[in-house]
Each structure stands twice: as structure tokens, then as C-alpha cells.
């Protein structure tokens, strides 16, 4: 019995010093530690010992991210909320900016998975701005008035990184301009662009400005004549979640640079002229099957040729090429028809110069075989090899495109009107050094 006793006593001495010692640390490690916690979790603490009492009130973060709020009994975040029967969203939150030190903010998060009043959000944004936040992640959900972001936010020259989620349509108003002079990161999520929100001048405010992110948005300008998106987000996360909606009937030009994200357009781009695809796919990663990724993009891609069939020009990359390549049995999978089709253009890095030939020399060729390689490099004839084949080439300022048969064969026969080929010949590897 003594023993047990012994050793229950030497457990409580050993935590209660393990407590000094971790109490005995400066406020500013201990804020430090804390600001890798919620909020809530945060407040919590104030109740482990009287060291912890106020020091919540100095944690430079703020993350309130809520689903519901309706657990005032297991452990309350306040001792004055401790006999209520409820305790509000709003109520909490504003305790909590109520008692805090009134010092500047490297973090402010509030991500709401329920109803508020947009006065609520903007009274949170307007505290974040008036203490100087550096990184602001907000995620609104108001179904009537949308939340206007104040001023004070729209020009502060303390904020790096900035996040809006809208999880209804409209809870955050887009503003037309910013002045955001050293604001590195901006995402946005679930916004339109429109005649009535954007007027071109909305990231010209951020000079320094090094990622956006524009995930499922709609862009919705029916005038607009011109469409470029370059979409560099890792495809190996969120490879699934983002869209890009497209309402732009007068469209004209359109090109997609970097990683496949799911373009829908809501109109049929009956003036598109000319239309110009890079992409680029997965190539190693031990944590997902390259491969199956690889053919998610082809069937994405070809989703993305279907609403664009009326272009008349269309340059391809070589790694578009490989994506259109990976798509099982190509040419048995359904029709996808360039009625206006006229040029066709495959393009190369380190571009050394071009060549154009009529259609007639390479359809001659690809009928008498389904399989193996073209090979394009500038001769008078395209040159059909082995799939495994490699070619070098002869002349030290030149060498060649290979472009898979299968996919040639897909091109031309879906093309009926097609009249020429541009092939873009690279540099030799001697002549990039």
C-alpha cells in the first residue's frame, strides 16, 4: 500500500515539474506554442493554472474555424459562459477580440460552416485589419447581403497573403480594385468575374504578388473576346476539386497553360478563331499511380477539345501531345469532330524554326499503317518508325518532333477540313548550352 502511495506521489511530482518547466518558459514561446492551436483550444487553456490565465489574450493568431457552436457544458471556453444555457457564434467571438491584447495579428482565420450576418464577418475583417494582420483566411457563408471587405483591408500594406472563400454564391463581394502593395499570396475560391465586379485593375493593386490561385470560378463577360489561364496548382492535391466555368460566347482566342483543371464552357464558342494548349501531367511521385493520373488528364482534355470543336487554328505542345497519347484505344474512343478546323500546329520548346506543309504527304503515309512514331524534322518527307525507335539527327542545328501515329490519325480524322500542318523544329542540345 505504502508503495502504491510512493509512486503515486512521485507521478504527481514529476508532472507538476514537467508543468513548472513548461510554465517557466517567456510569454513569447509559450504564444508561440499556442498559435498552433484553435482558438477555442486556445481560450481552453486559460483553466490548466494561473499562468495560463491571460495568456491566451497574447497569442498573435486567431483561428476560429466553427461548424456548429452549441458545447457550452463540456468544457467552457469562458468561466462567464460556464451557467449558460447557449452560447452564440457571435457572442464567443467577440469575447474573444473583446478580451484579447489589443497587439498585431500574424494570423486571422474565420472559416464558418453555418449562417451569419455579413455585419458579423465584416466586423471580424475590420478588427483583422486594424491590428496589422499579415495572412487573413476567410471563408463566408451569408445567403442575403454579401460582406463588403473594408477598406482598411483593401489597403493595407501589412497583409502577405490573402484568402477568400466564398461558400455561398455571393458572400463576399468582389472588389473592382485593390492597393496591396506587399501581398504575395491571394486565392480566391467560388468567385465570378464579371462586367459588374472586375474591371482589369484587380491584381494590378498587388505588385509584389508571387502565387494566385483561382480555384472553381466563373468567368462570366460576354464581351470578352481574349481568355488565358494558367493553372499551376500541384496536380498531385486537390487533382479532382477545381472548376472553371466559362460563360464568353464572343470568344475568339483562347489558351491553357500548366496543369489540367476541369474548364466548362457554358456557351458554344461558335467565333473562336484559335486556340492554344500546353499542359503539363504528372511524372513521378511515390505517392500516387502516374499513370492513372495521366489518363484522368487525357479524358479531361478531351472534355475540354469537345467545347472548343469549332476552332479553326490549334497549336498543341509535345507534353499535350503525350497527354492526348495516354488515352486507351484512341482512335476506337468517340468521334470529336473539328468541322472548321484548317491549321494545326504542334510546338516545341527552345523553338528553332517552323515548317508548314499541306496535310496530303502525311495522310498518304498514315494510311497504309496505324502504329509507331512520325518523325518531323524538317525534311521534305515525315518519316514513320518503331514506337521504340530513337532518332538521331544528322544535322548539328536541328533534330526532331515525334509525334505518335495513333495520335496523328485521331487528329486528321476528326479534322476533315484540315488543309495544313506546322511543325516547330528544336534546338539541338549542343546549341542550348
Known amino acids: 500500500m505504502e508503495s502504491r502511495t510512493k509512486k503515486k506521489n512521485q507521478d504527481n511530482f514529476e508532472e507538476n515539474h514537467d508543468l513548472d518547466r513548461l510554465s517557466s518558459l517567456p510569454d513569447s514561446i509559450l504564444c508561440l506554442v499556442l498559435s498552433y492551436l484553435d482558438t477555442k483550444s486556445v481560450v481552453r487553456t486559460s483553466v490548466l493554472a494561473k499562468r495560463y490565465k491571460l495568456l491566451w489574450t497574447l497569442s498573435p493568431c486567431l483561428d476560429f474555424t466553427l461548424f456548429e457552436f452549441n458545447d457550452p457544458y463540456s468544457t467552457p471556453v469562458f468561466p462567464h459562459f460556464k451557467n449558460s444555457l447557449a452560447v452564440s457564434l457571435e457572442s464567443y467571438v467577440f469575447h474573444v477580440l473583446h478580451s484579447r491584447e489589443h497587439s498585431n495579428l500574424t494570423s486571422f482565420r474565420l472559416s464558418l460552416h453555418k449562417e451569419v450576418n455579413a455585419e458579423f464577418i465584416e466586423t471580424c475583417v475590420e478588427y483583422a485589419a486594424q491590428?496589422?494582420?499579415?495572412?487573413?483566411?476567410?471563408?463566408?457563408?451569408?445567403?442575403?447581403?454579401?460582406?463588403?471587405?473594408?477598406?482598411?483591408?483593401?489597403?493595407?500594406?501589412?497583409?502577405?497573403?490573402?484568402?477568400?472563400?466564398?461558400?455561398?454564391?455571393?458572400?463576399?463581394?468582389?472588389?473592382?480594385?485593390?492597393?496591396?502593395?506587399?501581398?504575395?499570396?491571394?486565392?480566391?475560391?467560388?468567385?465570378?468575374?464579371?462586367?459588374?465586379?472586375?474591371?482589369?485593375?484587380?491584381?494590378?493593386?498587388?505588385?509584389n504578388l508571387e502565387t494566385l490561385v483561382l480555384s472553381n470560378l466563373d468567368v462570366n463577360f460576354l464581351e470578352l473576346k481574349n481568355l488565358e489561364i494558367r493553372y499551376w496548382r500541384s496536380?498531385?492535391?486537390?487533382?479532382?476539386?477545381?472548376?472553371?466555368?466559362?460563360n464568353a460566347p464572343k470568344l475568339a482566342f483562347f489558351k491553357f497553360q500548366g496543369h489540367l483543371a476541369r474548364v466548362n464552357f457554358k456557351e458554344n464558342l461558335s467565333?473562336?478563331?484559335?486556340?492554344?494548349?500546353?499542359?503539363?501531367?504528372?511524372?513521378?511521385?511515390?505517392?500516387?499511380?502516374?499513370?492513372?493520373?495521366?489518363?484522368?488528364?487525357?479524358?479531361?482534355?478531351?472534355?475540354?477539345?469537345?467545347?472548343?470543336?469549332?476552332?479553326?487554328?490549334?497549336?498543341?505542345?509535345?507534353?499535350?501531345?503525350?497527354?492526348?497519347?495516354?488515352?486507351?484505344?484512341?482512335?476506337?474512343?468517340?468521334?470529336?469532330?473539328?468541322?472548321?478546323?484548317?491549321?494545326?500546329?504542334?510546338?516545341?520548346?527552345?523553338?528553332?524554326?517552323?515548317?508548314?506543309?499541306?496535310?496530303?504527304?502525311?495522310?498518304?503515309?498514315?494510311?497504309?499503317?496505324?502504329?509507331?512514331?512520325?518523325?518531323?524534322?524538317?525534311?521534305?518527307?515525315?518519316?514513320?518508325?518503331?514506337?521504340?525507335?530513337?532518332?538521331?539527327?544528322?544535322?548539328?542545328?536541328?533534330?526532331?518532333?515525334?509525334?505518335?501515329?495513333?495520335?496523328?490519325?485521331?487528329?486528321?480524322?476528326?479534322?476533315?477540313?484540315?488543309?495544313?500542318?506546322?511543325?516547330?523544329?528544336?534546338?539541338?542540345?549542343?546549341?542550348?548550352?
Open 131 to 207: 491590428h496589422k494582420v499579415q495572412h487573413l483566411k476567410l471563408r463566408g457563408f451569408v445567403k442575403r447581403n454579401a460582406v463588403t471587405l473594408p477598406e482598411m483591408l483593401l489597403t493595407s500594406s501589412s497583409l502577405l497573403s490573402l484568402h477568400l472563400h466564398n461558400a455561398t454564391s455571393y458572400s463576399i463581394e468582389l472588389p473592382k480594385s485593390v492597393n496591396l502593395p506587399n501581398l504575395k499570396v491571394l486565392c480566391l475560391k467560388n468567385f465570378e468575374f464579371s462586367d459588374k465586379n472586375y474591371n482589369g485593375e484587380l491584381f494590378s493593386g498587388c505588385p
Open 235 to 246: 496536380p498531385w492535391r486537390c487533382f479532382d476539386e477545381h472548376m472553371i466555368n466559362v
Open 271 to 433: 467565333c473562336l478563331e484559335q486556340a492554344c494548349i500546353d499542359l503539363c501531367y504528372p511524372t513521378a511521385c511515390k505517392l500516387v499511380n502516374a499513370t492513372e493520373r495521366k489518363q484522368k488528364a487525357s479524358e479531361r482534355f478531351v472534355g475540354m477539345l469537345r467545347c472548343i470543336s469549332n476552332v479553326k487554328f490549334v497549336s498543341l505542345s509535345s507534353n499535350t501531345i503525350e497527354i492526348i497519347h495516354a488515352i486507351p484505344d484512341l482512335r476506337a474512343s468517340p468521334p470529336l469532330i473539328f468541322e472548321n478546323l484548317r491549321f494545326l500546329k504542334f510546338t516545341t520548346k527552345n523553338k528553332y524554326r517552323e515548317k508548314t506543309m499541306r496535310t496530303e504527304a502525311v495522310v498518304k503515309m498514315l494510311s497504309r499503317v496505324s502504329n509507331g512514331v512520325l518523325i518531323l524534322d524538317g525534311s521534305k518527307e515525315p518519316r514513320l518508325l518503331p514506337e521504340s525507335s530513337r532518332v538521331k539527327s544528322k544535322r548539328k542545328d536541328s533534330v526532331h518532333i515525334a509525334i505518335p501515329a495513333n495520335v496523328m490519325h485521331y487528329m486528321l480524322e476528326n479534322a476533315p477540313s484540315l488543309e495544313y500542318l506546322c511543325i516547330e523544329i528544336p534546338k539541338a542540345s549542343s546549341d542550348q548550352e
